[in-house]
């Protein structure tokens, strides 16, 4: 008698489904780890309305393991203009109404 031996479709890591955050990105020029960071600690922490404690919170954590100076807003409408540092810059959504845009600002002694 012959047995059956049933098969599984098995995925390549490439071909696995990428994990899937409360923010959508929107535009990036960071570094791939930097981005990361931020979606991870979004997720951490639930991230769906504005909320000043968690501007500090990741800035906070920025600073501290992607050098100082990180900037981070959080709203549905603001409008303004500033310099950052080349491929620091980052803009996310959340809850497709609201805006998180993210950047490190120049800083000549970045300690």
Not at 39 to 56: A, E, G, M, V
Not at 72 to 101: A, P
Request: glycine residues 4%; charged residues 35%.
């Amino acid at each position: 008698m012959a047995t059956k031996v049933e098969e599984k479709e098995t995925k390549a890591p490439e071909e696995e489904e990428k994990k899937k955050h409360l923010a959508k990105v929107v535009k990036s020029t960071c570094d791939q780890n930097v981005l990361d960071h931020c979606l991870d600690i979004i997720d951490r922490y639930k991230i769906k309305d504005s909320s000043p404690t968690f501007c500090k919170r990741l800035k906070d954590s920025l600073d501290s393991n992607f050098n100082k100076e990180w900037n981070v807003f959080i709203g549905g409408h603001f409008s303004g203009m500033c310099g950052f540092v080349e491929n620091t810059y980052m803009e996310l959504m959340l809850n497709d109404n609201m805006r998180m845009v993210i950047f490190q600002s120049y800083s000549p002694d970045k300690r």
